[in-house]
């Protein structure tokens, strides 16, 4: 029979800690770290100080250099660098790169995983990006030789990389069948992947609010329709140039711009004198308000917004996509006719001008085909199954905590390996002997974590 180590049947182990989960992201674009405190947030709404979270850029905050520049690298990879990320995705239909790769790579990051996992101590992992699960996985379940479960939240609508399936993993959710299709094509077991949605913030759960409120509260005008433009968390595409397209073409609407963490964007956005009243933001977090603001949403195809529009119903114009991950997004809305593809700003503006003077419904079909893709309970449905889990899964092997600070650690350390050194006594007065200190030595590391000093006799 498993032996289940130090946990009850409630959130809390049997110490009556709350049980830690530990969110695995990384910074390229704004959807991952969204995803995470979505998911963060529905864990702390339903189960309380039942459950800690902590999200962690594995990348960033844990890799030595230059890996843990990876994030930094996304923003010119998807733009200058186009070229080399298409490259990378060509990759696309086989399952054996991700496994070759993460098996070159794990060598340099050994150690400062195990490192991360040791001071997390976590009871449950989650990865929400697709270069986070074969490598840490790997770690956990031979390095550390612990059990805790591992689930893998995927937030790529439809074309995603075979890198975020990987079939040890306890449990695979995904926001859309056609991913769920596409887990299946690379080898995950079918009883292990889930369709449950897109996880997005609860405030989109909660309702978007009522369209004339919301433009009386942002300060907009109550009578012209609204266009929002988005590029992601990043501010990319050619936000500025479909911006100036429309202002030319619909004259009788408003715009609302947000360009994100791009701060040049939004310095050219402000200089500009437009010929229509125009609302220029930066990062915002009150993306729920602007869209039940609108009447219609001009982005590029990133999931984490084209989840939120279908869950405020607003019709989508896709005005860009980066290759790979994205393309199968512009396929999916077209496909449900929640909205149009136009790559070319005047394209885009000229859409904009037919839907709102359209005599016949165009608009109200088409939000209402997004509002049927919706899945706003999608992070609650995401947060029950991570408790399930948590509770549920009998884990033998949890991973043991580093205790103490580092300088204890190596005080201590430092100790033994003064003791075994003192080869001034006599050699017959010396007890325990050399053998002796050097096996005490070596038990000392290990519980201490000190590997790199295991074996340095
Ligand atoms: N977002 C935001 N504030 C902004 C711009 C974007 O909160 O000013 C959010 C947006 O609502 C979405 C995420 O950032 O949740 C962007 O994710 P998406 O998958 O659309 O694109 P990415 O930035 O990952 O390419």
């Not at 800690?17 to 530990?22: A, G, H, V, Y």
């Not at 939240?153 to 399936?165: E, G, K, L, N, R």
């Amino acid at each position: 029979m498993t032996n289940v180590v130090g946990r009850s049947s409630g959130g809390k182990d049997v110490s009556g800690m709350p049980k830690k989960i530990l969110i695995l992201m990384s910074d390229t674009g704004g959807g991952h770290r969204a995803s995470a405190e979505a998911i963060s947030e529905a864990i702390a709404h339903l189960y309380g100080d039942e459950i800690t979270v902590r999200i962690v850029d594995a990348w960033k905050d844990y890799s030595p250099w230059p890996l843990n520049r990876v994030g930094d690298t996304y923003p010119w990879l998807v733009s200058d660098g186009l070229w080399l990320w298409n490259t990378l995705w060509r990759t696309d239909d086989k399952t054996w790169p991700p496994t070759v790769i993460s098996r070159v790579i794990i060598p340099f990051v050994r150690r400062s995983a195990v490192r991360m996992f040791r001071s997390e101590a976590p009871d449950l992992v989650v990865s929400v990006h697709p270069l986070i699960n074969h490598i840490p996985l790997r770690v956990l379940r031979k390095g550390l030789k612990t059990d805790i479960p591992y689930v893998t939240v995927v937030t790529d609508m439809v074309t995603a990389h075979p890198a975020w399936f990987c079939r040890e993993v306890d449990y695979c959710l995904v926001p859309t069948e056609a991913a769920r299709q596409r887990a299946l094509r690379y080898g995950m077991p079918p009883e292990r992947v889930e369709v449950v949605g897109q996880p997005v913030g609860l405030k989109f759960a909660a309702g978007v609010g009522e369209k004339l409120y919301l433009r009386g509260k942002l300060g907009l005008d109550l009578d012209r329709p609204a266009v929002l433009i988005v590029g992601g968390g990043e501010g990319m595409g050619p936000v500025y140039e479909t911006a100036r397209a429309i202002a030319a073409e619909a004259s009788n609407a408003q715009l609302i711009v947000v360009a994100g963490r791009n701060a040049s964007l939004k310095q050219k956005l402000e200089e500009t004198a437009w010929e229509i009243p125009t609302h220029v933001y930066g990062f915002v977090t009150n993306m729920p308000e602007l869209m039940g603001a609108s009447d219609m949403l001009v982005t590029k195809a990133g999931p984490g917004t084209l989840s939120e529009a279908f869950i405020a119903g607003l019709p989508v114009i896709i005005s860009s996509f980066i290759p790979g991950q994205e393309e199968g997004n512009v396929r999916y809305v077209l496909e449900h006719q929640a909205g149009a593809y136009a790559p070319d700003p005047a394209e885009v503006a000229r859409l904009v001008g037919k839907w709102l003077h359209s005599d016949d419904d165009t608009l109200g079909q088409m939000a209402a085909n997004a509002a049927a893709l919706a899945h706003p309970d999608a992070t609650l449905i995401i947060a029950r199954r991570l408790h399930h889990l948590l509770t549920e899964k009998q884990v033998a092997r949890p991973i043991t905590p580093r205790t103490g600070s580092r300088r204890a650690r190596v005080r201590i350390f430092s100790r033994a390996r003064t003791l075994s050194r003192a080869r001034t006594l006599p050699r017959a007065r010396t007890w325990p002997r050399a053998g002796t200190w050097r096996a005490l030595r070596r038990r000392l590391s290990r519980r201490l974590g000190l590997r790199h000093f295991v074996g340095r006799s």
